[in-house]
């Protein structure tokens, strides 16, 4: 299957938290990245050198693929145990060879299998929705989008802190191939006559706002603490 061509949609989920909080909370957990279990510093042997607020992309793809075909297939049926063939259309079938039985009586309460060869004509349909974090690992979205939580002017916002915008690692194609991977169901061997299609519903860039702060601890060790600013929780 061949890729569709795609718009993408941009959205910027909003901060719930300003830097003054973010600060706040840093100082409360910043011990946290140099504990271990045979040290752990007290607070003022962790310096914050820096705190800076980056806006991260979570990629979302979602879609639909369809497909008939037509399958081989056998069918069974059961007939009496007198029964050694059935006339259906201008065929004959007769009951398997190790069911019949030389001497039947009406009666018997044995049956015998009649098998009928066929074709199956397969219709399919699968709807998936795929998100990947920055660096393109699969992932549960957790966040909720609507008209409170998402910024109202996203490109906007993202043109004015482009040093700070961290782009996706994975590229688009990429996405939505691992998308019609997951909703392409592998086929049996011996089909004929496959039509399929792939409809890509959705391509968005999801911005999440993250304060990243850089912490010096003991030894000069250096830590990176980050905070989900939409959720207020630390990473």
């Not at 409360?28 to 504990?35: I, L, N, R, V």
Request: net charge neutral; with cysteine.
């Amino acid at each position: 299957m061949t890729l569709p061509s795609y718009d993408v949609k941009t959205i910027v989920l909003r901060k719930t938290i300003d830097e003054t909080e973010a600060m706040k909370i840093v100082e409360e957990k910043k011990t946290g990245p140099f504990k271990s279990l045979l040290s752990h510093p007290k607070k003022e042997d962790v310096h914050v050198h820096s705190l800076k607020l980056y806006y991260e992309c979570i990629l979302m793809v979602s879609g639909k693929y369809t497909a008939d075909y037509f399958r081989k297939a056998i069918h069974s049926i059961s007939v009496d145990s007198n029964v050694h063939e059935v006339s259906l259309g201008d065929g004959l079938f007769p009951v398997r060879s190790k069911s019949r039985i030389t001497k039947a009586f009406v009666g018997n309460r044995g049956k015998n299998k009649i098998d009928f060869k066929l074709e199956e004509h397969v219709f399919v349909e699968e709807e998936d929705e795929l998100t990947f974090d920055h660096h393109g690992r699969d992932i549960e979205f957790p966040y909720k989008i609507d008209s409170k939580t998402v910024e109202n002017y996203p490109q906007k916002l993202l043109e004015e802190n482009a040093e700070s915008v961290k782009k996706p690692e994975m590229a688009h194609d990429t996405a939505i191939g691992k998308l019609q991977t997951q909703l392409k169901k592998p086929l049996e061997t011996d089909v004929r006559g496959l039509n399929e299609e792939f409809v890509l519903n959705d391509i968005s860039e999801i911005y999440i706002p993250i304060f990243e702060a850089r912490l010096v601890g003991p030894k000069k060790k250096v830590e990176l603490l980050r905070i989900d600013a939409v959720r207020k929780k630390v990473f």
